[in-house]
DNA sequence: TATTGTTATACTCTATAACTATA
DNA sequence: TATAGTTATAGAGTATAACAATA
C-alpha cells in the first residue's frame, strides 16, 4: 500500500460530496487491499509472497532478474524476500547450468500446497466485496471499472487468472 | 499508499478473470491515489498534507492529538508533519492559554492560499476518471461504490467536502 | 495520576550504488 | 563490457516506549 494510505489520509475531506469516484476508488481499493492481506495472514505470508507465488508457480524455473520486474519489488529486495520464502520451505533456487550466473527459483511441494491455498482466499475475499450486489450489478460494476482502468491505461492482464488454476 | 502496492504487487496474477471487483478496486485505487500525489506535487505538498491542511482549515486551532486522531499519522510522526510544514510557512502554531500542554495549529496566509489551491486540483483528478463516462453512468457507478463501501463498514464522511468549500 | 507534545528507537519498505561471478 | 545476484547504505513511514511540562 503505496499509494492507498496516502490518499486515504485525505479520506475525512474529500473534495466533493456528489462526484467523488476517485476518492471511492481509492478509499475502496485501500480497504481491498488491506482485507486481502489480512485474508493471507491464514497462510502466513503476504500479498507481494503470495504475487510472487503465483508468478513462479506460473513460469517455474523463472530468474530472480525476471521476478523482480514483474512483481515490481527490485532487485535487491527481491533478495530477501525470495531468502525468507527459501527459509520458509516454499521455494529453491537452482544455479542454470545454461548460465551460471542465473538462479533458477522454482517451488516446492510446500509451494505449491500454500499456492494452492490462495485462490479460496482470493475467491472469499471477492465475495466479501460483492456480497451486497446481485449478478447484473457486479457485470455492470466490473463493465465501468474495466472501461476506466483501459481509459486509464492500466494493463489488466486478463489472462493471468487462468494460468495458475 | 499502504495497501494499495501490496496488493498491486499481486496484480499481474489476479485471482478470477470474470469475476474480480476487489482486484480492479485495488488497482484502481492505487492509480487513484497516486494520480492524486502526482497533481499536488504542484503545489508541493504530499496528499497527507492536503488532508492536514484541509482539517485545519475546518477547524483552526485543533491540537495535534486530535489531528493525529483523524489523519491516522501517529502522534509522533505527526510532530516532524507539521514541523516540515511549518518550516515552509503553511501552518502555526501557538500554546493554548486555556490549557498549556496543547499546541493550537492554525493556518497562515499563505497556508490559506495553498489550500485554496487544492480543490481545483482534486476536481481536475476527478475528470480524469470520469471522463470515459456518461453523467448517468458516474451516478450509478458511485452509488454502487457506495454501498460497497457502506457494506465494507467504511466512513464515507459525506459532510466533509462541504466545510472546506 | 493522566495527557500533550516531543524524542528516541526499531522495524519495514524503497532506492541506489557498489561488489562478485559469470558471460 | 555487460548482466545476475548480492550486499551495504540511506531515506521515508510506522509503531512503540519513554520523557518533560502541564493538568
Same mark, same amino acid.
Given at each position: 500500500?503505496?499509494?492507498?494510505?496516502?490518499?486515504? %489520509?485525505?479520506?475525512?475531506?474529500?473534495?466533493?460530496?456528489?462526484?467523488?469516484?476517485?476518492?471511492?476508488? /481509492?478509499?475502496?481499493? *485501500?480497504?481491498?487491499? *488491506?482485507?486481502?492481506?489480512?485474508?493471507?495472514?491464514?497462510?502466513?505470508?503476504?500479498?507481494?509472497?503470495?504475487?510472487?507465488?503465483?508468478?513462479?508457480?506460473?513460469?517455474?524455473?523463472?530468474?530472480?532478474?525476471?521476478?523482480?520486474?514483474?512483481?515490481?519489488?527490485?532487485? /535487491?529486495?527481491?533478495?530477501?524476500?525470495?531468502?525468507?520464502?527459501?527459509?520458509? %520451505?516454499?521455494?529453491?533456487?537452482?544455479?542454470?547450468?545454461?548460465?551460471?550466473?542465473?538462479?533458477?527459483?522454482?517451488?516446492?511441494?510446500?509451494?505449491?500446497?500454500?499456492?494452492?491455498?490462495?485462490?479460496?482466499?482470493?475467491?472469499?475475499?471477492? /465475495?466479501?466485496?460483492?456480497?451486497?450486489?446481485?449478478?447484473?450489478?457486479?457485470?455492470?460494476?466490473?463493465?465501468?471499472?474495466?472501461?476506466?482502468?483501459?481509459?486509464?491505461?492500466?494493463?489488466?492482464?486478463?489472462?493471468?487468472?487462468?494460468?495458475? *488454476?
Amino acid at each position: 500500500m503505496i499509494y492507498q494510505e496516502v490518499y486515504y %489520509g485525505c479520506m475525512t475531506t474529500a473534495p466533493q460530496p456528489h462526484h467523488r469516484i476517485a476518492f471511492l476508488l /481509492s478509499q475502496l481499493g *485501500s480497504d481491498a487491499a *488491506s482485507g486481502f492481506e489480512r485474508a493471507l495472514q491464514a497462510l502466513d505470508i503476504t500479498a507481494s509472497d503470495a504475487g510472487l507465488l503465483r508468478l513462479i508457480g506460473r513460469d517455474p524455473g523463472v530468474s530472480q532478474r525476471a521476478l523482480s520486474a514483474q512483481v515490481g519489488v527490485g532487485p /535487491s529486495r527481491i533478495v530477501a524476500v525470495l531468502d525468507r520464502l527459501e527459509g520458509r %520451505g516454499l521455494i529453491e533456487r537452482r544455479r542454470s547450468r545454461a548460465d551460471r550466473r542465473i538462479h533458477e527459483v522454482v517451488l516446492t511441494e510446500e509451494g505449491e500446497r500454500v499456492l494452492g491455498n490462495i485462490r479460496p482466499l482470493a475467491e472469499a475475499h471477492e /465475495s466479501a466485496f460483492t456480497e451486497c450486489l446481485d449478478v447484473e450489478e457486479v457485470e455492470l460494476l466490473q463493465n465501468l471499472l474495466a472501461r476506466i482502468a483501459d481509459f486509464r491505461g492500466l494493463s489488466l492482464d486478463v489472462h493471468a487468472g487462468t494460468s495458475t *488454476s
